[in-house]
Nanobody, 125 residues
Framework: VQLQASGGGLAQAGDSLRLSCSAS????????LGWFRQAPGKEREFVAV????????FYGDSVKGRFTASRDNAKNTIYLQMNSLKPEDTAVYYC???????????????????WGQGTLVTVSS
């Protein structure tokens, strides 16, 4: 599957942004899709994942209650609604896809084979 992320940009603390990730391929509904981020000088961090049906979501501790993952299977697209942005949310955000939702973690990311190109989110204070 090929992934294309978009929607990044410059925001101020407290603002909202929505990221999108469109996917190609016939197996979209079977895949868990999610988001990771990497800030300069830091390790890649798990952000959120949503199951193929959309019924299950998991979030990293640093974004719980502020970010929401959703998907539109008719459009082969997932979204990440980011509210109450903080300067520490500044990072390149990558979307990823895999059949195994358990791979969407800081430690499982290396097992994920499908990644989008990344979109930069910059949050100023």
């Amino acid at each position: 599957v090929q992934l294309q992320a978009s929607g990044g940009g410059l925001a101020q603390a407290g603002d909202s942004l929505r990221l999108s990730c469109s996917a190609s391929g016939d197996t979209f509904n079977e895949l868990a899709l999610g988001w990771f981020r990497q800030a300069p000088g830091k390790e890649r961090e798990f952000v959120a994942v949503i199951s193929g049906s959309g019924s299950t979501t998991f979030y990293g501790d640093s974004v719980k209650g502020r970010f929401t993952a959703s998907r539109d299977n008719a459009k082969n697209t997932i979204y990440l609604q980011m509210n109450s942005l903080k300067p520490e949310d500044t990072a390149v955000y990558y979307c990823a896809a895999n059949q195994h939702i358990a791979y969407f973690s800081d430690y499982g990311a290396k097992l994920i084979g499908s990644w989008g190109q990344g979109t930069l989110v910059t949050v100023s204070s």
